[in-house]
T-cell receptor, first 116, second 109 residues
Framework: GAVVSQHPSWVICKSGTSVKIECRSL??????MFWYRQFPKQSLMLMAT?????????EQGVEKDKFLINHASLTLSTLTVTSAHPEDSSFYIC????????????FGSGTQLSVL | KQEVTQIPAALSVPEGENLVLNCSFT??????LQWFRQDPGKGLTSLLL?????REQTSGRLNASLDKSSGRSTLYIAASQPGDSATYLC????????FGAGTRLTVKP
């Protein structure tokens, strides 16, 4: 089956630094990738939709200058948390869509970000 | 390794029917279980979140139950409508999130 690799699985960083999270579709081309965030004991929330070769579409309330998304190829999307602060500490997960209408989603294993 | 299974893979019902979607998981030591909806071409929309200490959650016409000991959850949709047509996914949260493959629901007018 299709595999989505997300890296790193966990990261600890100092406040003010930037952190990049990668999401790769290993055996299929993903025109669209989705980024989610989950705070402890809360639901997974969609942050943005990333389309290859174009600007990401951010959900309301998500700062695009804070969370930079680059979908430079059909197999790779990156999420960069810029100037991270402790309130950015969260679980981030990506998914890649397969099919014309992304009817099949495959998920990465997630990244736990802790900002000190 | 946690495995999440959803049955059925696809379901087609006439409008107005009540229906049940099933989700099973192999490791009962979960933090929570979530049900999501995915519309074509879109990301996930969270429907219900059940913490490990809870047995069920309700939102409008949706009711989700959780039986950790048996590794099962059900999503009950009452009085289905064509607008309910979508793919429904369940996900369990342990050390990471594991998703089922989804149930593709079609509600016919």
């Amino acid at each position: 089956g299709a595999v989505v690799s997300q890296h790193p699985s966990w990261v600890i960083c100092k406040s003010g630094t930037s952190v990049k999270i990668e999401c790769r579709s290993l055996d299929f081309q993903a025109t669209t990738m989705f980024w989610y965030r989950q705070f402890p004991k809360q639901s997974l929330m969609l942050m943005a939709t990333s389309n290859e070769g174009s600007k990401a579409t951010y959900e309301q309330g998500v700062e695009k200058d804070k969370f930079l998304i680059n979908h430079a190829s059909l197999t790779l999307s990156t999420l960069t948390v810029t100037s991270a602060h402790p309130e950015d500490s969260s679980f981030y997960i990506c998914s890649a869509g397969r099919g014309v209408t992304n009817e099949k989603l495959f998920f990465g294993s997630g990244t736990q970000l802790s900002v000190l | 390794k946690q495995e999440v299974t959803q049955i059925p893979a696809a379901l087609s019902v006439p409008e107005g029917e009540n229906l049940v979607l099933n989700c099973s998981f192999t490791d009962s030591a979960i933090y929570n279980l979530q049900w999501f909806r995915q519309d074509p071409g879109k990301g996930l929309t969270s429907l219900l979140l059940i913490q490990s200490s809870q047995r069920e959650q309700t939102s409008g016409r949706l009711n989700a139950s959780l039986d950790k000991s048996s590794g099962r959850s059900t999503l009950y949709i009452a009085a289905s409508q064509p607008g309910d047509s979508a793919t429904y996914l369940c996900a369990v949260d342990l050390d990471d999130m594991r998703f089922g493959a989804g149930t593709r629901l079609t509600v016919k007018p």
